[in-house]
Each structure stands twice: as structure tokens, then as C-alpha cells.
């Protein structure tokens, strides 16, 4: 159930992060707040194909 996914930054649309998920859990697309090297702050990052 659980599967690998990419974050990509909502400002500089970098992918910066991959993580896991699981698709039982949360079977819509995922949202956090993580850092960004590129534009050096915290932004938010959405799950990406």
C-alpha cells in the first residue's frame, strides 16, 4: 500500500523531497511545509507525479 512520492516546492516548482505514503490513508494529493534550498524558506510542497 505504501508508495514512493515526489515533493515539489509551491514557489520555485523544484522537487526537492521524495517520501512515502501510504495510498489507503491518504489517496489525495499531499501538502506539507518544508524547507527549500532554492529559495532558501520554509514553502509549501505538494505531491507531484
Not at 1 to 28: F, H, L, S, W
Not at 31 to 45: D, L, P, Q
Given at each position: ?29 499531499i ?15 505538494k505531491?507531484?507525479?
Open positions: 500500500m505504501r508508495v514512493q512520492i515526489t515533493m515539489a516546492c509551491g514557489e520555485c516548482k523544484q522537487r526537492n523531497y521524495t517520501t512515502m505514503k501510504n495510498k489507503k490513508n491518504d489517496p489525495d494529493r501538502e506539507m511545509n518544508k524547507y527549500c534550498k532554492f529559495c532558501r524558506k520554509h514553502t509549501v510542497h505531491e507531484t507525479k
